[in-house]
């Protein structure tokens, strides 16, 4: 059951993916080590945490780009957890993955998947042996989630060729030929299961952590991107729903028009939407994708929110984003119609809403009552308008942060500023030593309801654990912290202590 979490009180919360947290199998994952965490933030009064996509990353480990809207990552797989509860037998090899893990700050995706195929190996063994009840639940289950069997199917077809996109298979696995699918499907049949099976016990796993989260009174904040990746289970899938031929060839790309940044704006190179078709299908898959990410999650951040009104679309051939053009959505239809799938009174989605946004976007948040976000690293640029300065921040509902996943760290973004800006920064603000940590000052201090800082910024650290750098694709989404989770405590507590002393009310 999906509840309303309006900001209503003052919250604070943290931003860190599970993959950067230690004392999992390799990088972080849904075992204990993540209830140990959850209950650090109770402790320590930090209500909110929020989290990249949960989805399957690309090849450059970007969660961003993925197969699929509705998998888990495989990485995710907590090995003391299915060996405490004999779904797998002990292994070597998994032992010394996890004391190499617990040695690096950073992750090797190759490591990570190749844990994770093991651990499909070591499920897939002691299937036979499990209990009737067991076999029974895993059964209930992808009865209830149909969409397991195709992301297995697209799973399996792209490792049997070579990680090829869809596009690039066989004619009757592209176009999903039923009769030769059924066949393979049979001939498979075990390695489906591995990945089907993969799934169940990331559900499980994962679900058994929201419920100590909820028991701990910490609301767990999803992210989701607004497009999907070309290469996708869902694009492959429902051709129709999206700008793309059968053979895979786009007809309109996504994107966003030149700016300040880039003199040929940005392409993405995902495919834009169908939209008439999506209205025929009175958005089913639009509540399909969120009706499951809300089983995992209490709140969305939805990426990319001003699309929801109006998309830049640029034709599937063209090299840059110079020639798109704006084209509107449904996005008023489409949140109405979510409203009434997840029967709320007010959707809990955060709006991203960062860069140049038109009055029209805007008035599509604010009708849904939705949050926006204010990001402090962009506020001071000498202009007294700017809509992040602190003490422009009027409307309380929204969500203040130092910086995102996105961003450098508040050290790294502070010493490359001009020493003008710092000057002014100093004086108007009282700057002293530590700029993380006077900036967090700032942001719990302000109107907004939920104020969320980076873990690399409570800790004070520089560019060398930044998550992520847009416009790059390599040595990104790698960072982990690599210490025991106890040596975290100081900073949470501080962190707590800032925020309960300027509210004495927590949560949504």
């Known amino acids: 059951m999906i509840k309303n979490y309006n900001l209503n009180k003052k919250s604070l919360g943290i931003l860190v993916h599970p993959t950067s947290l230690p004392e999992g199998s390799y990088c972080g994952t849904f075992g204990d080590s993540l209830k140990n965490w959850i209950n650090l933030l109770s402790v320590n009064k930090i209500y909110i945490w929020q989290f990249l996509p949960l989805n399957p990353t690309d090849s450059s480990g970007s969660p961003y780009s993925s197969p699929s809207s509705f998998a888990i990552n495989p990485w995710f797989l907590d090995a003391n957890e299915l060996k405490k509860n004999d779904f797998i037998d002990d292994s070597e090899i998994l032992e010394r993955i996890r004391i190499e893990g617990l040695e690096t700050d950073s992750i090797n995706f190759k490591i990570a998947d190749d844990l994770a195929r093991l651990l499909g190996e070591l499920i897939l063994k002691k299937w036979e042996v499990l209990p009737a009840e067991v076999k029974k639940e895993f059964f209930t289950w992808l009865e209830d989630n149909k969409w397991v069997n195709d992301y297995s199917l697209f799973s399996l077809l792209k490792e049997q060729f070579n990680l090829l996109p869809w596009w690039d298979w066989p004619k009757e696995f592209r176009s999903k030929d039923k009769i030769k699918l059924d066949l393979w499907s049979e001939e498979n049949f075990s390695k489906l299961l591995e990945k089907k099976l993969i799934q169940w016990h990331l559900n499980r796993q994962w679900l058994e952590v929201k419920d100590f989260a909820i028991m701990r009174g910490v609301k767990l904040v999803g992210d989701i991107p607004f497009y999907v990746s070309r290469d996708s289970v869902d694009v492959w899938s429902n051709k129709s729903l999206f700008s793309i031929t059968e053979k895979g060839e786009l007809l309109f790309q996504s994107g966003v028009p030149p700016d300040y940044f880039s003199s040929t704006g940005q392409l993405w190179g995902t495919p834009v939407y169908e939209w008439n078709e999506h209205i025929k299908t009175q958005f089913t898959w639009w509540k399909e994708r969120f009706n499951r990410q809300f089983q995992l999650v209490d709140i969305l951040r939805l990426d990319h929110f001003r699309a929801l009104e109006s998309y830049w679309r640029v034709d599937g051939k063209a090299k840059n984003a110079i020639d798109g053009e704006w084209v509107k959505s449904p996005g008023i ?41 204010k990001i402090l690293q962009f506020a001071f640029d000498s202009n007294e308008k700017n809509p992040y300065l602190p003490q422009n921040i009027e409307n309380s509902n929204c969500v203040v942060y130092t910086g995102t996943h996105d961003n450098s760290t508040t050290l790294s973004w502070w010493n490359n500023l001009d020493e003008i800006i710092k000057k002014k920064i100093i004086t108007q603000y009282k700057f002293s030593e530590n700029p993380s940590w006077n900036l967090i000052k700032i942001g719990i201090k302000t109107d907004a309801k939920l104020f969320v800082a980076p873990l690399q910024d409570i800790l004070s650290l520089d560019d060398k654990s930044r998550l992520n750098k847009p416009g790059t694709v390599s040595n990104n989404w790698k960072w982990k912290y690599n210490k025991a989770l106890i040596e975290l405590e100081p900073f949470l507590e501080n962190y707590g202590f800032l925020g309960e002393s300027h509210s004495r009310n927590n949560i949504f």
């Open 333 to 373: 239809e489409i949140l109405k119609s979510l409203k009434k799938s997840l029967n709320v009174e007010t959707l809990p989605i955060i709006a991203e809403d960062l860069g140049v946004i038109t009055e029209d976007v805007n008035t599509l948040r604010d009708s849904f009552n939705l949050p926006g976000m």
